[in-house]
Structure formats: C-alpha cells, structure tokens
C-alpha cells in the first residue's frame, strides 16, 4: 500500500519573526528613558509627579473602559497604555495642576484610543489627541512654561520657550538672532539641546537626549529612519528658505532644537498605527509634517505646531496607504 504524503496549508504568516506588541512597546519605554532623565534632572518633582499621574491614571481608564464598557479582556500589561501616560505628560508642564493631566488622560484613552475599538484601530495618536485637547481647553495653563531649577522647592520661575521668541521677532520685524541673544539665560544652541535653562514641555528641552533614544530604537529595529528623518530634512530646508529670505524667521538649527519636533518626529510620528506602511508613504507622510510644523509655528496662532501637524497627517494616512500600495507580484 503506497504512503500518501499529505500537505497541511495553512494561513500567514509562516515564519515568525519574534516581535510582538510588548517587545516593542518596552523597548519605546526605555528609549524614553534618557529623556525623563532630564525632565527629572530638570524640572525636579513637579515632573515625576505629572508623569506618575499620567501613567497611573491611562493605566486605570484604558482597564475601566475595557473591563466594564466594552466588555472585553484588559490589556494594560501591552505597554501601549503606559507610553500614550509618558508621552502625555512630555507634552504637559511640569507646574501644570494634577487634574488636568487626569483629564487629558481620560481624553487620549477614552477618546483617542478606546472610541475607536482599541490598540492598532485608532485614527489618531491618542497622547497627541489629549494633550491637544487640554492646549484648547486650557490655554493658560499649558502654556504657563517653568523654567528648570531641578528639584529645587521654592517658588518656580516661568519664562519664555524659544518658540514665543519667534513670534516677538515678527511682530518686530527684528532679526530672529537679536531676539533670541537678547533673551540671555539659556537661549542659545547649546542650551536648546542639552534643556538648560530653557523652558517648556517635560519632553522637549533636551534634544541630546530624545536622539539618544533614537539611536537605540534604531539598533534594536523599533521603527525604521524615514519618518524622522524626512521631517527633519522638510524642516531643515522650508525653514531655510524663510530664513534667507526674511532674517525675522528663525534658522534651521533652531527648528530641529526647540518645541517637540525631535519628540514628536522620533516618537509620536512614528507609531505604527497611525503612520503609513510603505516606505514612499513615510517619506511623503514626513514631509507634509515638515511643511505644515514651519507653517503652524511661523504664520499660524499657535507657537508650537508639530502636535497638529501630526495629527493632520494621521488623518491623511489611509489615503496615503492607499496611493502608495505596492505592486501585485500575479
């Protein structure tokens, strides 16, 4: 009696490739690291206490929502929920009142993430989305920016992010490097990049450190160079231009340095949800960032516009997807 070789078909992928959603999310969590080393090393308590609140209260909705509303099994030990609270409070003052950052958390996971059925279904980043949410909400209070004096208790000392500067050098029509010398403290090139005595978010005072995490995202093959990169050449060379052609619009080394551009090009444009899939996608996807950033921060209301250049693009991402599909092999 002849043997019947049987084959077994089964559905992809094939081949497992070791990743995973908590490999990928911790290894965010600890890129991230130099960068809440500085805010600490910074701003002191202030910023370990709207981090810790951040985290812990994305951590309890993200579990109230699934558990109890969608009926679902939680999820929160993904790590999805604790970098949408890192990356929430990097975005927020360290002054800023504590319930505040509560419902900035409720918006991103409520709104932002869960509205849309969970992890991998939203549209938008959902720590952008929060933290937009409260700059609408609460003007005054996101943009009330702390100088960093460490851990040091006495009252804090607010003053002006270079990104204000800006604005005070257009409605000059003064050269933007007369401004930002005259501004003294820390307002020069080496103080935007190491975070000292320049004010502003948790997570963007210290460039150094946000490309540290970087490179270690880098070699551990967490996200790939094109979406950040594409942004910073965009930024480098539309700011370029403005800047030659008018000495009131800030260089190019200052765009890259200041506000959220490394944060928000290294670690917000690049998640996987709500970022294109090819690589033409990401390039295209990098620039409309670039473009739109320079233009919010240069003509818009807005100092900072990196926050909703992101979520712009989120928004064109399916089509974006959708123009960039690769080829058909049969």
């Given at each position: 009696?002849?043997?019947?070789?049987?084959?077994?078909?089964?559905?992809?992928?094939h081949?497992?490739?070791?990743d995973?959603?908590e490999?990928?999310?911790?290894?965010v969590?600890?890129?991230?690291?130099?960068?809440?080393?500085c805010?600490?090393?910074?701003?002191?308590?202030?910023?370990?206490?709207?981090?810790?609140v951040?985290v812990?209260?994305?951590?309890?909705?993200?579990?109230?929502?699934?558990?109890?509303?969608?009926?679902?099994?939680?999820t929160?030990?993904?790590?999805?929920?604790?970098?949408t609270?890192?990356?929430?409070?990097?975005?927020?003052?360290?002054?800023?009142?504590?319930?505040?950052?509560?419902?900035?958390?409720?918006?991103a996971?409520?709104?932002?993430?869960?509205?849309?059925?969970?992890?991998?279904?939203?549209?938008?980043?959902p720590?952008?989305?929060?933290?937009?949410?409260?700059?609408i909400?609460?003007?005054?209070?996101?943009?009330?920016?702390?100088e960093?004096r460490g851990?040091?208790?006495?009252?804090?000392v607010?003053?002006?992010?270079?990104l204000?500067?800006?604005?005070?050098?257009?409605?000059?029509h003064?050269?933007?490097e007369e401004?930002?010398?005259s501004?003294?403290?820390?307002?020069?090139?080496?103080?935007?990049?190491?975070?000292?005595?320049?004010?502003?978010?948790?997570?963007?005072?210290?460039?150094?450190?946000?490309?540290?995490?970087?490179?270690?995202?880098?070699?551990?093959?967490?996200?790939?160079?094109?979406?950040?990169v594409?942004?910073?050449?965009?930024?480098?060379l539309?700011?370029g231009?403005?800047?030659?052609?008018?000495?009131a619009?800030?260089g190019p080394?200052?765009?890259?340095?200041?506000?959220?551009?490394?944060?928000?090009?290294?670690?917000?444009?690049?998640?996987?949800?709500t970022?294109?899939?090819?690589?033409?996608?990401?390039?295209?996807?990098?620039?409309?960032?670039?473009?739109?950033?320079?233009?919010?921060?240069?003509?818009?209301?807005?100092?900072?516009?990196?926050?909703?250049?992101?979520?712009?693009l989120?928004?064109?991402t399916?089509?974006i997807?959708?123009?960039?599909?690769?080829?058909?092999?049969?």
């Open positions: 009696m002849n043997q019947v070789n049987k084959f077994v078909v089964s559905p992809s992928p081949v497992h490739g070791g995973s959603v490999r990928n999310m911790y290894g969590l600890v890129a991230l690291i130099p960068a809440f080393a805010s600490l090393l910074f701003f002191g308590w202030g910023a370990l206490h709207v981090t810790l951040a812990a209260s994305a951590l309890i909705f993200e579990y109230v929502i699934q558990r109890y509303l969608l009926k679902q099994p939680a929160i030990t993904d790590g999805s929920a604790v970098i609270g890192v990356l929430l409070a990097f975005n927020l003052p360290s002054t800023i009142p504590l319930w505040i950052v509560v419902l900035g958390a409720l918006v996971i409520g709104i932002g993430k869960m509205s849309f059925g969970g992890l991998g279904n939203n549209i938008f980043n720590a952008l989305v929060g933290r937009v949410f409260l700059l909400s609460f003007p005054a209070q996101m943009t009330t920016w702390p960093p851990f040091d208790t006495t009252d804090a607010t003053g002006a992010t270079p204000t500067l800006i604005k005070q050098a257009l409605r000059a003064t050269p933007f401004v930002f010398s501004a003294g403290g820390g307002h020069d090139m080496l103080g935007m990049s190491t975070g000292h005595g320049i004010g502003g978010s948790l997570g963007e005072v210290a460039s150094f450190a946000l490309l540290l995490g970087f490179a270690y995202l880098l070699i551990r093959r967490i996200v790939t160079w094109h979406i950040p594409a942004i910073f050449v965009t930024i480098t539309f700011s231009i403005l800047h030659w052609a008018n000495p619009y800030a080394l200052f765009h890259l340095l200041s506000g959220g551009v490394m944060l928000g090009a290294i670690f917000m444009a690049t998640d996987y949800v970022s294109p899939m090819s690589r033409r996608g990401m390039w295209i996807y990098g620039v409309g960032i670039g473009v739109l950033t320079i233009v919010i921060r240069n003509f818009g209301a807005y100092p900072e516009g990196m926050s909703f250049a992101i979520l712009i989120n928004a064109f399916p089509l997807n959708k123009y960039c599909k690769p080829k058909r092999f049969a």
